[in-house]
């Protein structure tokens, strides 16, 4: 079936450096989604991204979509300790299964 | 403001008794919510896929008599966990989207912790 992987697993950064995590899909999607899991708390919706080399910025937040449409990667710039969480790909394949895929997820942790 | 509302956000219960979860959709009518399970630093798992006025489509290795979803109006799902085992202690998240889900975005509810004793 369709999987999901995200890399890093883990990321521990110091304030004010910068971030990325990177979504790769076994399969094409029609779209991915990404979102952000506070700990302790529910995912909660970034930004969605549908065509092929599309890039959106969110202020200091840059997602991108891969040429292919199998990757996906999220950058923060210099980041701040409300940063903090684990940050989530979601992609529906664009092979029939119509199901929405979450990545493994990033976990950031700031050294302040 | 949240708008998908999940109850309760947390419980414990003992071997073999069963529990509901409940999730609505606040300002909006969903006719398709999903049940995710996320076990501690992993990520979220698609249980099943609640569709009002039919039956769940459940994903494979979950067990449908044992996680009993009723979605019976546009605003409300609902997933019991029958005659529940430690094992099946996790945090239980519900979704629904707005639109039509492909294309359109999750709201997740606060989700419910369940713990097993």
Redesign the interface.
Known sequence: GQQVMQIPQYQHVQEGEDFTTYCNSSTTL??I?W?KQRPG?????LI?L?KSGEVKKQKRLTFQFGEAKKNSSLHITATQTTDVGTY?C?G?SNFGN????????T?LTIIP | GAVVSQHPSWVICKSGTSVKIECRSLDFQATTMFWYRQFPKQSLMLMATSNEGSKATYEQGVEKDKFLINHASLTLSTLTVTSAHPEDSSFYICSASRGQWINSPLHFGNGTRLTVT
């Not at chain 1, 708390?41 to 919706?45: A, D, L, S």
């Open positions: 029609s779209n989604q979102y708390g529910h995912p909660v919706f969605q549908v989530f979601a529906i119509e199901k929405l895929t979450f990545g493994t997820g976990r």
